[in-house]
């Protein structure tokens, strides 16, 4: 065991740092197994000696991120230990302006900044990872601030209807109703980036398109923000024709999660192959999340992190247990 001291400022910049009852406090003692105290104008950090540097790094990152804002955000603390624990630097990557007032997203893992990043400087985009690690959402965000500083002049979401198949012929309904269930989760992430009646008049302008993928044949889309969702069910060919309605001034991002594939066995997918065939490409980037940047309940990590173990080996005891 051994112990480091961090010195503070003063008694507001220790309560900015430690968070509303403790509250940062807690979730980094936790999350690194030391113990935190503070006394005599010092932080006191006491463990094991490669927790104690963590935790050091984490402190010390987290006293600059209030010094500069002001304010520490649980998103900063998140953001900042799982920077610490991938043994990387937090990122501090330029907060996405959206339409709501006040509204500023950021990346919360270093993974999301180098997605949110590749976005920024390259036309296209194929970014892949688990479920719950933002790739819907911050490209989203990234289309919905680009509308906003007038980058682009539309924001078409799109995403394979019915799965693959895309069979909507046998669903009830005209079009809107048959399509609105699988653009549901597009929808849902563009409601936190604007309001309802905004989304609606830009919705009836054309400004904003949400479409199935197979309605996106014979098309070219100059000056658009082009999202392709869940692009792990595309074909080989659904996804060339994709990506070549690129006009110009345009960007696309293509997002899916590759061990979630429903396409038929004999079919490969559209994401897994471009990923292979376009790597190296001028102008295109491809980013990888992981588990480390699931963003959603902390369950969903201990979820993917089972399903990509497979199943865990029962005990003697727990074979005996119906």
Same mark, same amino acid.
């Given at each position: 065991?051994?112990? &480091?001291?961090?010195?503070?400022?003063?008694?507001?910049?220790?309560?900015?740092?430690?968070?509303?009852?403790?509250?940062?406090?807690?979730?980094?003692?936790?999350?690194?197994?030391?113990?935190?105290?503070?006394? =005599?104008?010092?932080?006191?950090?006491?463990?094991?000696?490669?927790?104690?540097?963590?935790?050091?790094?984490?402190?010390?990152?987290?006293?600059?991120?209030?010094?500069?804002?002001?304010?520490?955000?649980?998103?900063?603390?998140?953001?900042?230990?799982?920077?610490?624990?991938?043994?990387?630097?937090?990122?501090?990557?330029?907060?996405?302006?959206?339409?709501?007032? #006040?509204?500023?997203?950021?990346?919360?893992?270093? #993974?999301?900044?180098?997605?949110?990043?590749?976005?920024?400087?390259?036309?296209?985009?194929?970014?892949?990872?688990?479920?719950? *690690?933002?790739?819907?959402?911050?490209?989203?965000?990234?289309?919905?601030?680009?509308?906003?500083?007038?980058?682009?002049?539309?924001?078409?979401?799109?995403?394979? %209807?019915?799965?693959?198949?895309?069979?909507?012929?046998?669903?009830?309904?005209?079009?809107?109703?048959?399509?609105?269930?699988?653009?549901?989760?597009?929808?849902?992430?563009?409601?936190?980036?604007?309001?309802?009646?905004?989304?609606?008049?830009? *919705?009836?302008?054309?400004?904003?398109?949400?479409?199935?993928?197979?309605?996106?044949?014979?098309?070219?889309?100059?000056? %658009?923000?082009? /999202?392709?969702?869940?692009?792990?069910? &595309? *074909?080989?060919?659904?996804?060339?024709?994709?990506?070549?309605?690129?006009?110009?001034?345009?960007? /696309?991002?293509?997002?899916?999660?590759? &061990?979630?594939?429903?396409?038929? %066995?004999?079919?490969?997918?559209?994401?897994?192959?471009?990923? =292979?065939?376009?790597?190296?490409?001028?102008?295109?980037?491809?980013?990888?999340?992981?588990?480390?940047?699931?963003?959603?309940?902390?369950?969903?990590?201990?979820?993917?992190?089972?399903?990509?173990? #497979?199943?865990?080996?029962?005990?003697?005891?727990?074979?005996? *247990?119906?």
């Amino acid at each position: 065991m051994i112990e &480091t001291a961090i010195s503070v400022v003063s008694s507001k910049s220790l309560l900015t740092l430690f968070g509303a009852c403790d509250q940062h406090l807690r979730r980094i003692r936790d999350a690194l197994g030391v113990q935190i105290t503070a006394r =005599d104008g010092q932080i006191h950090i006491e463990g094991e000696q490669e927790a104690v540097a963590a935790a050091t790094e984490v402190m010390e990152q987290l006293q600059s991120v209030a010094h500069r804002h002001g304010v520490l955000a649980s998103d900063d603390v998140t953001r900042v230990l799982a920077a610490v624990k991938d043994g990387q630097g937090a990122s501090e990557s330029p907060p996405i302006g959206v339409f709501r007032p #006040g509204r500023q997203i950021r990346p919360r893992t270093p #993974g999301q900044a180098r997605y949110v990043e590749a976005v920024r400087n390259h036309d296209i985009v194929l970014c892949y990872g688990p479920a719950g *690690t933002g790739k819907t959402y911050l490209a989203v965000a990234m289309a919905a601030a680009a509308l906003k500083e007038d980058a682009i002049r539309k924001v078409v979401l799109v995403r394979p %209807a019915v799965e693959a198949g895309e069979s909507l012929g046998y669903l009830p309904g005209d079009l809107q109703a048959k399509i609105n269930p699988y653009l549901r989760p597009l929808m849902d992430a563009l409601h936190e980036m604007m309001d309802h009646d905004l989304i609606k008049q830009y *919705t009836e302008e054309d400004i904003i398109e949400v479409i199935p993928l197979a309605y996106m044949r014979g098309r070219t889309l100059n000056e %658009a923000f082009i /999202i392709l969702d869940e692009a792990q069910n &595309t *074909t080989i060919s659904q996804m060339k024709m994709f990506l070549t309605r690129m006009g110009n001034g345009s960007k /696309i991002v293509v997002s899916g999660d590759i &061990t979630q594939i429903d396409l038929p %066995a004999n079919a490969k997918s559209g994401l897994v192959d471009g990923l =292979d065939r376009l790597r190296g490409l001028d102008g295109i980037a491809s980013v990888k999340l992981t588990r480390a940047d699931i963003v959603r309940h902390p369950l969903v990590q201990q979820i993917v992190h089972a399903y990509e173990h #497979g199943p865990r080996k029962r005990s003697p005891a727990e074979r005996r *247990t119906p």
